[in-house]
């Protein structure tokens, strides 16, 4: 089926406009490109708004998906000049119809996320405006000054931080995870703590709800960047899905006492390994901690708990002492309705977060100081987190 973006065409844009841009080409040639786009562009995007909403300006129709809500003004930089656009909104859309943004505007969007990046790595990385420059000119066909560079990065870190201390909502279900990248601190180079929180809010769609670097202790660390979650109005948590990372334990009792926890269950089959005694065993285990975890409720689970630990206790005494005591801490996902399970009972949805900071990070590889380090890691969750938003509902809610 054909999307209603997609219906938009030449042969729709007003008479009027089309005559200003002859007029504008005419009287300044080549020198009123900037203008000529700026009308084209302005033109094109009240089309895309208009098949977007499945209806056109003041039109009365019954399967419209929104109302037209104004403009929004944005500058953007070309290589024919600065563009001066207005940019459609639109407002009362379902929750299940994605926003808008015209497409015209996306290759603009990349590159002005590019050159922040591009900014934002080059800063870090210590490397000189000259260089910068260079970078950003093939990067995005601009041709920066070191003022240019300074008030970027001056706009970037205000950008971020706004998103970093943006206020929140209620969100079900908390995921925690943790990486660590190499700093400089007093003339030596050590492990920096890289926090991150996503959660699922409560209209069913993902989202990066923070980050935090510090070179603290872990549970100083843990405590300080949840309390920070709390204080921005994270609440109705009902689940945090985590690994057995060094000090959250302590950290989560302390501020979130009364919300069960689920460990991670593939981190648990992979800490499963270090206890069985000989390679032929391998197989059989990890079948049997598969089966209790996809059983269908947390008694069955229990039941098949116990059989694996009885199966194994004279054979693998460590192995199965070790299931007894961790596995019960990855089965707290059989309090959430069946259809929220898998995806709520491993972190392994963050991979692609932990891919691309680390993608992004390598290019550094060794940072200054961990405000570099934050600047970097904050600018690409920002964009994922944007995108996730903007993406189909992740859970459906209602069920739960």
Known sequence: MT???????????????????????????????????????????????????????????????????????????????????????????????????????????????????????????????????????????????????????????????????????EVPYLVLDARYEKVRHGGTVVDCAVLVAVGVQANGRRSVLGVSVSLSEAEVHWREFLSGLLERGLHGVRLIVSDHHEG??????????????????????????????????RHAVAEAIRAVFNAPDRTEADRLLKRFCDHYRKTAPKLAAWAEENIPEGLAVFVLPAAHRRRLRTTNGLERLNQEIRRRTAVAHLFPNDASLLRLVSAVLCEISEEWEAERIYLNMESA
């Not at 033109?43 to 037209?68: D, I, T």
């Not at 950290?251 to 005694?277: D, E, G, M, S």
């Open 248 to 281: 959250l334990r302590a950290a989560r009792k302390a501020t979130l006492p009364a919300v069960p926890w689920q460990r991670c269950q593939f981190h648990l089959q992979q800490n499963a390994q270090a206890y069985i005694p000989t390679q032929a065993m």
């Open 3 to 169: 999307h209603p973006r997609d219906n938009t065409s030449i042969a729709g844009v007003d008479g009027k406009a089309i005559q200003q841009v002859v007029e504008t080409l005419t009287e300044c040639g080549l020198g009123g490109m900037a203008d000529a786009i700026t009308l084209l562009l302005n033109e094109s995007m009240k089309l895309e708004r208009s098949a977007f909403l499945q209806a056109g300006p003041y039109e009365r129709v019954a399967e419209r998906r929104g109302y037209a809500n104004g403009y929004k003004d944005k500058t953007l930089r070309t290589r024919v000049g600065a563009l001066a656009l207005a940019v459609p909104q639109v407002r009362d859309t379902a929750p299940d119809v994605p926003g808008f943004y015209p497409r015209s505007l996306e290759r603009g969007l990349r590159s002005e996320r590019a050159l922040k990046l591009a900014v934002a790595e080059m800063y870090v990385q210590g490397v000189s405006t000259r260089r910068v420059r260079e970078i950003t000119a093939s990067l995005c066909g601009l041709d920066v000054s070191s003022t240019d560079v300074s008030r970027a990065t001056a706009l970037l870190d205000e950008e971020l931080t706004a998103w970093r201390t943006r206020p929140l909502g």
